[in-house]
């Protein structure tokens, strides 16, 4: 069952910006929280940023300063918004619920494409 919905993935030149988005039919956190995930080609799946339900964040230090993850105030959209983009940010995108720890996950959907460009 598709519990998330990524969105707002495209093509982007090095240096700019992208505001992706994860909706819910529901409240958003059905468990711990909400992340973000990545995985570029040929490499592993990796956490992003998370953000609890108590709405405290975390992000990855390879994302850190560029990256802010949030919440709507209803709870039912999750956004990360990715800015100045590198080259090695290109990936799908994902977004799940996680429960006990960062690898505890719902089901994977599709994803969304964020590809960046040189």
């Known amino acids: 069952q598709v519990q998330v919905v990524e969105s707002g993935g495209g093509l982007v030149p090095a240096g700019g910006s992208l505001r992706l988005s994860c909706a819910v039919s529901?409240?958003?956190?059905?468990?711990?929280?909400i992340g973000w995930y990545r995985q570029a080609p040929g490499k592993e799946r990796e956490l992003v940023a998370a953000i609890s339900s108590g709405g405290t964040v975390n992000v990855a230090d390879s994302v850190k300063g560029r990256f802010t993850i949030s919440r709507d105030g209803a709870k039912n959209t999750v956004y990360l918004q990715m800015n100045t983009l590198k080259l090695e940010d290109t990936a799908v995108y994902y977004c799940?619920?996680?429960?006990?720890?960062?690898?505890?996950?719902?089901?994977w959907g599709q994803g969304t494409q964020v590809t960046v460009s040189s």
């Open positions: 529901g409240s958003t956190f059905r468990g711990n929280g």
């Open positions: 799940n619920h996680y429960y006990s720890d960062y690898d505890d996950v719902g089901s």
